[in-house]
């Protein structure tokens, strides 16, 4: 009698740990797909559940508010500490060179139904087709576009592409961001890379520089071509003005020799010898004998005695 009531009480404990195989529990970021006899029944919300236990019904927990990511071209060992992934991460560019690209693809579950039984791996799915997608748009593009001015264009690209693919495999996930974390040239050329940014760096500095001197020089040619076309131009109106006034002298002084030949004449000669007396020292006369006199105009003024 003894013995059967030990059995009862072990049967009793199997089926009441067998059924308690049954109770589960959901965290609140996430959610519970039952399956009967492995098809999905229903969905069980945060909380303690009851399912009749294996192999009658069993469950799928899925977290559906937690941002998940996938890592392309590297892998996070520890925080802080990266393994590069050469494989993932050179990639052929437009131009024929190759980059090094490390990007992070988020995402979070839209619909865990979809994304537990439309795909027998839906994380690496994300990760494959990101990167198929990045590989796309960065091959559209040169070396120096990626690593300038492009790399936000194609991180943005590369998101919409990821998420209508995936929508279109009815993985039931929302991407919500693309970050390209490195963009680098590989290991090995980076040294030459280097020297060949610095040279275009120093191309624009001297262009730079080239400009602000000729900023800087043409006003001040301009306005000294200014100021000799002005010279030239006063110049020559101050000669016309002399020729005008010259041509009006004489036309005076001939309308006087018109009319008095002999007496314009005298007064001619006067005026040009007390032009020309007042500078000279000494004058030589020739009388009407023939002879020469010489008059020293410093001797007449006492000038030889001072």
Do not use: C, W
Not at 61 to 85: A, C, L, N, S
Not at 201 to 225: C, F
């Amino acid at each position: 009698m003894k013995t059967k009531v030990i059995v009862l009480v072990i049967i009793v404990i199997a089926l009441f740990l067998y059924l308690a195989t049954g109770v589960y529990q959901v965290n609140p970021s996430q959610v519970a797909l039952v399956k009967t006899f492995g098809k999905y029944s229903h969905t069980s919300g945060p909380g303690i559940h009851f399912h009749a236990p294996f192999p009658f019904q069993t469950h799928v927990i899925v977290d559906v508010q937690t941002v998940r990511k996938q890592e392309i071209g590297f892998r996070t060992v520890r925080p802080g500490q990266y393994v590069q992934k050469q494989d993932e991460a050179l990639i052929l560019t437009k131009d024929g060179n190759i980059v090094s690209v490390e990007a992070v693809v988020q995402y979070r579950v839209n619909d865990p139904i979809k994304f537990v039984f439309n795909v027998e791996n839906p994380e690496e799915l994300v990760k494959f087709t990101t990167e198929s997608a990045l590989r796309d748009r960065i091959s559209k593009r040169t070396v120096d576009d990626i690593l300038t001015s492009e790399r936000d264009t194609v991180a943005y690209e590369t998101h919409q592409i990821t998420q209508q693919l995936l929508d279109q495999y009815d993985v039931g996930v929302t991407v919500l961001n693309v970050l390209l974390q490195e963009v680098v040239p590989p290991q090995p050329v980076i040294a030459a890379f280097d020297d060949v940014n610095n040279a275009k760096q120093d191309k624009e500095r001297y262009i730079n520089e080239a400009t602000k001197y000729a900023n800087n020089l043409i006003p001040s040619v301009e306005g000294e071509t200014r100021k000799i076309v002005l010279d030239a131009e006063a110049y020559a109106q101050q000669k016309v003005l002399q020729a005008v006034g010259e041509t009006q002298r004489f036309l005076s002084i001939l309308k006087e020799y018109e009319t008095s030949p002999e007496i314009t004449e005298i007064r001619l000669r006067i005026e040009t010898l007390e032009e020309v007396l007042p500078k000279a020292k000494r004058i030589i006369l020739l009388s009407d004998a023939q002879n020469i006199a010489l008059l020293n105009f410093e001797d007449l003024i006492g000038g030889g005695s001072k």
